[in-house]
């Protein structure tokens, strides 16, 4: 029997097959999945910023890209995931609010799923898959049994990647 293991906005956790880790309402967020497909252990971060050095108070670490896909990574090896074998694949991104003007607050989700790449690279994790950027909100999950990220948004078909 699996069970469903719920990760909130700024939060991170892991799961292991056969159980299932999901987050609701990425917006200008970013689902970001590390998973080992031998082991079948993965894990999620949903983060709201791309960098945790642009901010003064940054004690919650899954709240910005590159502390918490670090943490994620620590998590997923400690429970057994051999890090040779991770691939990421992320969700999110969107540009939620048309405003006028080049403000950060604009291209926010932009930011957000370039700071996914750009720190999987340094990390040497293969990124295999994506579903990012548009202007409407997400709800994921990470199946662990077969690896499969379910992408569900209202009115569109679920897609899975």
Known sequence: ???????????????????????????????????????????????MLPDSTQMRNH?????????????????????GANRSRLIAKIAGGAKMFETTGMSHVN?????????????????HIRLIAEDTGLNYGRTVELHCETGEFYIKAIGKAIKII
């Not at 719920?6 to 917006?27: H, Q, Y």
């Open 59 to 79: 004690s919650n670490i899954a709240k910005f890209a590159d502390t918490g896909i670090d943490e994620l990574l620590r998590r997923v090896t400690r429970a």
């Open 107 to 123: 291209n926010i989700g932009e930011r957000n799923a370039l700071a996914a790449k750009q720190k999987l690279r340094e990390l």
């Open 1 to 47: 029997m699996s069970k469903v293991i719920k990760v909130g906005m700024a939060d991170l956790n892991i799961c292991k097959s056969p159980d299932i880790i999901t987050t609701i309402g990425l917006g200008s967020c970013i689902g970001l999945i590390l998973y080992d497909p031998v082991t079948k252990i993965g894990g999620m971060v949903h983060y």
